[in-house]
């Protein structure tokens, strides 16, 4: 059990490619690294022809840039899974059930698919928000968080801080 130990504000959407060529253009970031053709998908790179998609195929150092250039942080884990799960430990961000499906998540699985290639829309699915408002904390695109990755618990912050210690 983690006990959160400050006040945080988190992003409704994703951030869009609209917003983060706006970060680009204004040089306080790098344009987005290409994604592995194997990966389902493709970067959303035109704020022209996307610009309401979430900005996929970034580096960590890449969505911290972003967060600094507009006054913001990225997330603790635990801080973005509160924002994901809510307090009720709910098994989904829409609670307990129904399982996922695609009125509520952009996903591809073993059984079907709902993606189409790309990244949803980031007012899509309004469905599978989480308890907090956050929208596509499952399914659509990947999100970073400030700690680095660990194997295990052991040993990780009981406050909620990005857990920083022994990363590589």
């Known amino acids: ?9 988190i992003g409704a959407y994703e951030v869009s490619v609209e917003a983060y060529g706006s970060c680009v253009r204004g040089e306080a970031c790098t344009a987005p690294s290409a994604i ?5 998908f493709i970067p959303c ?24 250039s507009v006054g913001a942080r990225l997330p603790s884990e635990a801080e973005w899974e509160y924002a994901a ?9 829409w609670g ?14 073993a059984g079907g698919a709902c993606a189409i290639g790309a990244p949803a829309p980031l007012d899509s699915h309004p469905l599978g928000a989480s308890a907090t408002g956050a929208m596509h904390m499952a ?30």
Do not use: I, K, M
Not at 150 to 163: E, K, Q, S, V
């Open 85 to 93: 799960r809510g307090s009720d430990d709910r098994l989904f961000p």
């Open 139 to 168: 399914g659509n695109v990947a999100e970073w968080v400030e700690d680095c990755d660990h194997t295990g618990y052991t040993d990780a912050p009981l406050t909620g801080a990005p857990w920083t210690a022994d990363c590589d």
């Open 96 to 109: 307990g059930g129904p399982q996922p499906s695609c009125e509520r998540v952009h996903y591809e699985s």
């Open 36 to 40: 592995d053709t194997d990966d389902l």
């Open 45 to 68: 790179t035109s704020p022209e022809s996307h610009p309401r998609h979430p900005q996929n195929g970034l580096t960590w150092a890449q969505a911290r840039a972003f967060c600094d």
């Open 1 to 9: 059990r983690v006990t959160l130990d400050r006040d945080y504000w």
